[in-house]
């Protein structure tokens, strides 16, 4: 740090904390949230609201931040599993992978299209 006049040096000696008139250094801390934690919460909605909140002692003064973030949902691939003809039946292959470190429950799939009148939801 330099106090702006040309020729001279520092006005105080510095601190091992650096020149008294720069900002203090950043300080980075890493906190973990577990899925076992937030998995309650999160239902269909795929996204998570944090909140950090942190109290400066010497002024009494406190801090909050908010972060929205949106969970990924896995990609689905689909695939046709043979030739596509008029007035004949279409297989359609789904493939994903469950992202949970648990089994899937309750889930299902529905095919929804031109001319499915009544989409029939598959039981995973």
Do not use: W
Not at 65 to 82: D, Q, S
């Amino acid at each position: 740090c330099h106090p702006g006049v040309p020729g001279r040096g520092p006005r105080r000696p510095l601190s091992p904390r650096g020149c008294p008139r720069c900002p203090p250094p950043e300080e980075t801390v890493t906190m973990t949230v577990t899925y076992a934690e937030y998995q309650p919460h999160v239902g269909d909605q795929d996204a998570l609201k944090l909140t950090v909140a942190g109290a400066i002692q010497e002024t009494g003064q406190v801090l909050a931040k908010e972060l929205r973030v949106r969970l990924h949902t896995p990609e689905l691939t689909l695939t046709l599993l043979g030739p596509a003809v008029v007035g004949q039946e279409v297989s359609i292959q789904v493939v994903f992978q469950n992202p949970l470190p648990e089994p899937l429950s309750g889930a299902s799939l529905r095919m929804e299209g031109a001319g499915i009148a009544c989409p029939k939801p598959v039981s995973l």
